[in-house]
């Protein structure tokens, strides 16, 4: 049964209980992969279109409460700014004269009843379609939120007034408790709003580099202007200097420098000619270039870039599990702990009715559930999206975690600490058959997607070899090399040293290559380390991660590359079974990640506690890793680190705030010592504390 994605955007979502109850009710339907994330607005599902429609979804989606909104739809006009605006007008009036009262000054018509009535009125008519309906959908979706508790106080405290007005008792009106609350906690969600949509800048950011149109080349040669979305893959396009280039493609003809700064982190302009890669969103600061289109969509680099940030909590860590658990049971807890405040309060300890119902809507106000749900995704969304720009791709919250809690790093050699672009330094042919030898090795390293061999197959095109040679069989052998046959039954084999048998002398060199057992070519290699690669280990060693060097490379090369950088620990010649054991040795002295770019690196990636790829490797090394460093940049890596480290610590402080501020306010509300509107007060602010924090970390000096 076929299954689609299906993306929508709802608005009306405040915090994590919202999304919470679209999930269980999205869940509840059987629609599988539901991802809702209540800042940016997004929920996605997979489903089957004979089971449940997608009117049916929507439908249900808007009676719990929420929007659901269509591409053509407008902002709505009456919307939460507008509704702090004018409840604020009306509450004005009577905080200022509650305050004036504080100080020895009255104003005598504040104190009528039906004076207070009518400025009451607009703003708890506000709070009780905004909260209200907030709240039911809240209950409904079998997660109660914030708004029960803040639409449970403003009606107590409003119809406790209205009781007094009719019994002609002034001490029973408490008009601009109700009006302030709602008042101050409208304020409290702008505020947020505003907050939260910069923890999303990243994406917007990231977003904004799309282009609508691309120039395509006819067949005619004629240049003509398509709106993107026309695309295909092969599509030649013609970008000049100054473009933003519309999507992923491979340079054809042309040359020029590109900026990848916004996608990469690499500050100075690339060079890009012929066969050279691009990647979408970046910017053709000069020259001119024909490209063929290689990625479309959600395949290219930009898409998945704001895929991974965009679903960066969904994975949530450890850390937040015990702070979801205490939020989908905190509404009801605390509605218990007010009613028990206004029994024990009038019953036990005789106060007035008054005073202890004062006391049970100061313990609902000051109640902040909306902190703990969003102290780990606003602090996640912050960090990845500044690890984004600086060019590392982070797969899901977990991940943050992981990469801040790194003990040991263990290094692939060719193409990680290594350029990958190696050069002959020398070649020998004993057969004395240089044409052939050259032209059969050039032909067989077609067939791996190693670095050495794609190097090797560029170095040999500019050597004489042989262009007409026989039709070849070739399969890979992973951490040994190729093995080819010819019509005729003839084996070649080209490799590493381990192709000698034990009873041939094995030849100084780095790649091998073979016809049945003689040997045919000897290519001495050259490969150079990768730029800021000392300063980084330097650094790493420096934050106390221990740092190895693991290569399938020789002992002699690796030793001498280890002595280099100043790593104490490498291991050479290994095949992928031996790293897959290594790797299990090294974990078990603490959390271990691997960085590496090739094939032969892939199961050592998936063993590692954390898998990290650059993003010129293999498809199958990228899908093994958690973390992709772009332009396969290991400069950066302690700076990943490092802002990982102070990502979790954000989330940490998030947390400790959230639990500290419920667990001090409530017993002090409960107790009276809290007046209802200072409660508000502190209830609204205390989400843009949390939020506040997280953005500390955009800005922080890492």
């Keep these: 049964?076929?299954?689609?994605?299906?993306?929508?955007?709802?608005?009306?979502?405040?915090?994590?209980?919202?999304?919470?109850?679209?999930?269980?009710?999205?869940?509840?339907?059987?629609?599988?992969?539901?991802?809702?994330?209540?800042?940016?607005?997004?929920?996605?599902?997979?489903?089957?279109?004979?089971?449940?429609?997608?009117?049916?979804?929507?439908?249900?989606?808007?009676?719990?409460?929420?929007?659901?909104?269509?591409?053509?739809?407008?902002?709505?006009?009456?919307?939460?700014?507008?509704?702090?605006?004018?409840?604020?007008?009306?509450?004005?009036?009577?905080?200022?004269?509650?305050?004036?009262?504080?100080?020895?000054?009255?104003?005598?018509?504040?104190?009528?009843?039906?004076?207070?009535?009518?400025?009451?009125?607009?703003?708890?008519?506000?709070?009780?379609?905004?909260?209200?309906?907030?709240?039911?959908?809240?209950?409904?979706?079998?997660?109660?939120?914030?708004?029960?508790?803040?639409?449970?106080?403003?009606?107590?405290?409003?119809?406790?007034?209205?009781?007094?007005?009719?019994?002609?008792?002034?001490?029973?009106?408490?008009?601009?408790?109700?009006?302030?609350?709602?008042?101050?906690?409208?304020?409290?969600?702008?505020?947020?709003?505003?907050?939260?949509?910069?923890?999303?800048?990243?994406?917007?950011?990231?977003?904004?580099?799309?282009?609508?149109?691309?120039?395509?080349?006819?067949?005619?040669?004629?240049?003509?202007?398509?709106?993107?979305?026309?695309?295909?893959?092969?599509?030649?396009?013609?970008?000049?200097?100054?473009?933003?280039?519309?999507?992923?493609?491979?340079?054809?003809?042309?040359?020029?420098?590109?900026?990848?700064?916004?996608?990469?982190?690499?500050?100075?302009?690339?060079?890009?000619?012929?066969?050279?890669?691009?990647?979408?969103?970046?910017?053709?600061?000069?020259?001119?270039?024909?490209?063929?289109?290689?990625?479309?969509?959600?395949?290219?680099?930009?898409?998945?870039?704001?895929?991974?940030?965009?679903?960066?909590?969904?994975?949530?860590?450890?850390?937040?599990?015990?702070?979801?658990?205490?939020?989908?049971?905190?509404?009801?807890?605390?509605?218990?702990?007010?009613?028990?405040?206004?029994?024990?309060?009038?019953?036990?300890?005789?106060?007035?009715?008054?005073?202890?119902?004062?006391?049970?809507?100061?313990?609902?106000?000051?109640?902040?559930?909306?902190?703990?749900?969003?102290?780990?995704?606003?602090?996640?969304?912050?960090?990845?999206?500044?690890?984004?720009k600086l060019g590392v791709l982070i797969k899901g919250g977990r991940t943050v975690e992981q990469l801040a809690s790194i003990q040991h790093l263990v290094f692939d050699k060719t193409g990680t600490l290594t350029t990958g672009k190696f050069r002959i330094e020398s070649a020998q042919y004993p057969q004395g058959e240089m044409k052939l030898a050259n032209g059969l090795a050039w032909a067989m390293e077609q067939y791996s997607s190693h670095p050495v061999a794609k190097s090797l197959r560029l170095a040999l095109e500019g050597l004489p070899r042989e262009i007409h040679l026989p039709e070849l069989t070739v399969e890979e052998q992973q951490g040994i090399g190729l093995v080819a046959r010819d019509e005729a039954g003839t084996v070649y084999r080209i490799g590493s040293s381990r192709l000698f048998s034990d009873e041939q002398e094995q030849s100084e060199g780095d790649i091998f290559l073979f016809r049945d057992d003689q040997l045919m070519a000897v290519f001495k290699l050259g490969d150079d380390l990768k730029t800021g690669v000392q300063q980084a280990l330097h650094d790493l060693e420096a934050a106390a991660i221990q740092t190895y060097i693991l290569s399938g490379d020789r002992e002699e090369k690796t030793r001498q590359l280890a002595h280099q950088l100043g790593v104490d620990n490498y291991y050479a010649e290994q095949l992928p079974a031996e790293k897959l054991a290594i790797i299990r040795e090294i974990s078990s002295h603490g959390p271990t990640a691997m960085v590496g770019d090739g094939i032969n690196d892939a199961p050592a990636l998936a063993q590692a506690d954390l898998g990290i790829s650059l993003s010129s490797a293999s498809q199958v090394a990228i899908q093994s890793a958690k973390v992709i460093l772009l332009n396969g940049r290991i400069d950066i890596l302690p700076q990943a680190f490092s802002l990982a480290k102070h990502t979790v610590t954000t989330i940490r402080q998030n947390l400790f705030w959230a639990f500290i501020y419920n667990i001090v306010a409530i017993p002090i509300a409960a107790v009276g010592l809290l007046n209802p509107m200072w409660g508000a007060f502190f209830m609204a602010f205390s989400d843009v504390v949390v939020i506040g924090n997280s953005l500390r970390l955009k800005y922080k000096k890492i």
């Design 1 to 388: 049964m076929v299954k689609d994605q299906v993306e929508l955007t709802v608005d009306g979502m405040d915090c994590n209980n919202c999304a919470m109850s679209i999930t269980r009710f999205l869940e509840r339907k059987g629609l599988e992969e539901v991802y809702v994330n209540f800042q940016t607005k997004e929920v996605r599902f997979k489903r089957a279109e004979d089971k449940l429609s997608l009117e049916k979804v929507k439908e249900g989606i808007r009676k719990l409460g929420y929007t659901v909104v269509e591409p053509e739809q407008k902002l709505p006009f009456w919307d939460l700014g507008k509704k702090m605006l004018v409840s604020a007008l009306f509450t004005a009036p009577m905080l200022l004269g509650h305050l004036l009262m504080l100080v020895g000054l009255e104003l005598a018509w504040l104190h009528d009843p039906w004076v207070q009535l009518a400025l009451a009125t607009p703003p708890f008519l506000i709070g009780l379609a905004h909260f209200g309906s907030s709240a039911l959908r809240s209950i409904r979706g079998g997660v109660p939120n914030m708004d029960v508790l803040i639409f449970t106080g403003s009606t107590a405290a409003m119809v406790y007034s209205i009781l007094g007005m009719f019994l002609g008792d002034p001490s029973y009106y408490f008009f601009e408790t109700a009006a302030t609350i709602i008042t101050l906690v409208l304020m409290g969600n702008w505020l947020e709003h505003r907050a939260v949509a910069q923890t999303t800048s990243a994406i917007g950011e990231l977003s904004q580099l799309q282009v609508a149109t691309a120039k395509v080349i006819m067949p005619s040669g004629t240049v003509v202007e398509v709106p993107k979305e026309e695309l295909i893959i092969g599509n030649r396009l013609q970008v000049n200097e100054g473009d933003v280039i519309p999507t992923d493609a491979k340079v054809m003809a042309g040359n020029g420098a590109v900026d990848e700064s916004m996608l990469t982190g690499e500050s100075m302009p690339v060079s890009k000619a012929a066969e050279d890669e691009v990647i979408g969103g970046s910017v053709l600061v000069q020259g001119n270039l024909q490209l063929q289109v290689t990625a479309l969509g959600k395949n290219t680099v930009l898409e998945q870039m704001v895929e991974l940030v965009k679903t960066a909590q969904q994975d949530k860590p450890p850390i937040q599990q015990l702070a979801d658990k205490i939020s989908a049971v905190f509404v009801p807890v605390v509605l218990g702990i007010a009613l028990l405040t206004f029994g024990l309060g009038h019953f036990a300890f005789h106060l007035s009715s008054q005073q202890a119902l004062m006391n049970a809507i100061a313990v609902l106000v000051i109640s902040c559930p909306c902190a703990m749900g969003l102290a780990t995704p606003t602090a996640v969304m912050v960090g990845v999206g500044r690890l984004a």
